[in-house]
């Protein structure tokens, strides 16, 4: 059943209990990993009930993905500064290092579970991926809009690679996590003048 299906069965819980129920998901994930999660276990560390759960979410798919999309603290699409390099670093400021290290680390382990789990790569695609494109072409688009990047700039179309590639390859190449100070130093060394900024 689709996502936007199961959002219209939901009922109603607290933002306060919500957020509960995310942050234990989330710790669960880091302590056992999404294969060996089960509905069992978020019920048994949230006090809920696998019927509340399943009416709320759907899947264990789509629980994961919406409590790490929750620890976003604003759509891409918010953020306005008044130019590209502001809009980037802000969305950098308001990123938490913290956060950022311990999702990054969630995230690449979530990407390598989607491989073999359809659920989990179509909630990932739905709950995090589109949106995050859909709010970076809006920056984009105001950019172009503010004359700032030429509308046919070849490099427009790469920015999320570029933004995906830096997190994949910090890890990879120095063996550290990404935090904000490397991504505000990546975005001016890099996706920046890529785009003639």
Known sequence: MAIEVMMSRRSRITPEREAEIYSAVLDLVREVGYEALTMDAVTARTHSSKATLYRQWGSKAELVVRALRQDKPVSLAEIDTGSLRGDFHEMV???????????????RALAHASHGNPDL?????????????????????????????????????????????????????????????????????????????
Not at 93 to 107: I, V, W, Y
Not at 185 to 193: N, R, T
Request: charged share 25%.
């Open 121 to 197: 790569h179509q909630a990932m695609r739905e709950l995090m991926i589109e949106p995050e494109l859909t709010g970076l072409n809006t920056l984009l688009r105001r950019a172009v809009d503010r004359g700032e990047v030429a509308a046919d700039h070849p490099a427009l179309k790469f920015v999320i690679h570029m933004l995906v590639g830096g997190f994949l390859a910090r890890q990879l190449v120095e063996d550290q996590e990404v935090d904000p100070a490397f991504l505000a130093e990546y975005i001016d060394a890099v996706v920046l003048p890529a785009l003639g900024v």
């Open 93 to 107: 400021a308001r990123s938490d290092r913290c956060q950022m290290e311990k999702n990054s680390a969630l995230m």
